[in-house]
Nanobody
Framework: QVQLVESGGGLVQPGGSLRLSCTAS????????MGWYRQAPGKQRESVAA???????NYADSVKGRFTISRDNAKNTVFLQMNSLKPEDTAVYYC???????????????WGQGTQVTVAS
């Protein structure tokens, strides 16, 4: 069973930077897409950034120009570089991976445990 392990959250001052990482492991699988979501207190979970194959990444309008998603295919790892952080970026950030098992077209989704990002002075 595929599992995700996230790291990199923490407390940072406004204008600062953080880098999140998420590694998928657990058997043989093929990754279709990797992405980051976030959920602030009292709000719904929202998509932050996603990357699929060789296509250009997608970003939420609120993070364009400040966040960069990238992946290391050899390590099944996705990163989220967050620059110029704002207090409104405060949330629990979740990694999501869509994958297939060998010989199957069925797609599965798995979520990371979440990592807290707090932007405050």
């Amino acid at each position: 069973q595929v599992q995700l392990v996230e790291s990199g959250g923490g407390l940072v001052q406004p204008g600062g930077s953080l880098r999140l990482s998420c590694t998928a492991s657990g058997g043989i699988f093929s990754i279709n897409a990797m992405g980051w979501y976030r959920q602030a207190p009292g709000k719904q979970r929202e998509s932050v950034a996603a990357i699929t194959g060789a296509a250009s990444p997608n970003y939420a309008d609120s993070v364009k120009g400040r966040f960069t998603i990238s992946r290391d295919n050899a390590k099944n790892t996705v990163f989220l570089q967050m620059n110029s952080l704002k207090p409104e970026d405060t949330a629990v950030y979740y990694c999501n991976v869509a994958y297939r098992l060998p010989g199957s077209y069925r797609q599965f989704d798995v979520w990371g445990q979440g990592t807290q990002v707090t932007v405050a002075s």
